[in-house]
């Protein structure tokens, strides 16, 4: 199987989650990437996780997550001799990602416009939390704040509980995933023209972009969105309701699943209420709408309910833990966990997710287990034309 990035060699400088998850993505496709660490400590997502046991080990469950089918060198960019070692590396590369805070590579001497004259078809992918100019452009960001200044939190819970941060770092992910499509775009342009490109991720407008409607509501209709919980702002029946065991997500917003999901649940006469005939009727009196479904959904299960719903062409759905929903036949038939039973550095196999696609000429996945900090560091010190006298002399110096 040929991948769609085989031959493709990027150097990924990134710490955490943005730029990691990023790199994972185009690990995943075939790329070759190659992380560059900070010797002795590397990535801090190498520290971070729920294991204490493995953080300790700089492989924590963070930097597991999206470091598989990566290889590691460690260069100290703060060496003259590690500059160099890196600018020898750049020299093979076809992209380099990376998420300092906007000016620290200019003053490392490897920012872009260094490594455009090294590699002058370079793709140069810059993650940022706010973006390379802009009057916030030297804060530092974390996910919580980005979320905050998106106005993520604002739509959020409900009106008692927000605002609320999403329960994953969303705006990280949001970032990594704009950056992957930027730089594969990029490559692609590349392929035509022959040119590079500097490319520049902002988070807080990667989220913003993602809010869709959120955001369209009030630039084109002049609405501001409003934190409702787990109802659907479009539409009524839907969003949560509660059943005889466990809650159930409803989403009715057509007419003809309205008329089905009466019939479905014994309350044929509710699609003929005065009450609730019309769309924004519904919506107006969701509340009243839901009390008398959740009435009937009382007799039975969520998974009674979302299996009788489906049938009928009604979107339903259980909600579902983490643990549930990777236990789920649905997930586990179309292998999104992908399992390394003998990662080095590591008391246990490694499970981790592959890309959320797959292909017809088959599914992206890493080739590798995460790698231990350092790994690969002398194979492709030779691989660069050092001999052995050349590494041993660079480690002495702290270069690498």
Known sequence: MSKQLEGIRILDLTNVLAGPFCAYQLAQLGAEVIKVEVPGTGDLARQLGADPELNKRYMGASFLAQNAG??????????????????????????????????????????YDVLKQVKPD????????????GPLRNNPAYDQIVQGMAG???????????????????????????????????????????????????????????????????????????P???????????????TGDGLLNIAANRQSQFE???TVIGRPELATDPRFVDREDRKGRRYELTALIEEALASNSARHWAKALNDHNVP????????????????????????????????????????????ASGDPAP????PVLGQDTDAILASLGYDAAAIEQLRTEGAV
């Open 316 to 359: 339903a759905g259980e909600v579902l833990d983490v643990p549930s929903i990777l236990e789920h036949e649905q997930v586990q038939s179309r292998g999104l966990v992908r399992r390394f039973a003998d990662a080095e550095g590591v008391d246990r196999p490694v499970d981790v997710v592959r890309a959320g696609f797959r292909l």
């Open 228 to 242: 409702i919980g787990n109802e659907n702002m479009t539409a009524a029946p839907s969003g949560t309701f509660k």
């Open 367 to 370: 080739d590798s287990p995460p």
């Open 70 to 111: 990566k290889k590691s060198i460690t260069i100290n960019l703060k060496s003259d001799a590690g500059r160099q070692v890196f600018l020898k590396l750049v020299e093979t590369a076809d992209a380099v990602i990376e998420n300092f805070r906007p000016g620290v590579t200019d003053r490392l001497g490897v920012g």
């Open 152 to 226: 993520v939190m604002s739509v959020t819970g409900d009106k008692d509980s927000a605002p609320l941060r999403v329960g994953y770092p969303v705006a990280d992910t949001m970032g990594g995933i704009t950056a992957a499509f930027a730089v594969t775009a990029a490559l692609l342009g590349r392929a035509r023209t022959g040119k590079g490109d500097f490319i520049d991720v902002s988070m807080l407008e990667s989220t913003l972009v993602a809010m869709g409607w959120v955001v369209s509501n009030w630039l084109i209709a002049g609405v501001k969105a409003q």
């Open 122 to 133: 370079l793709v140069y992918c810059a993650i940022s939390g706010f973006g390379a100019d």
């Open 260 to 262: 089905s999901l009466c």
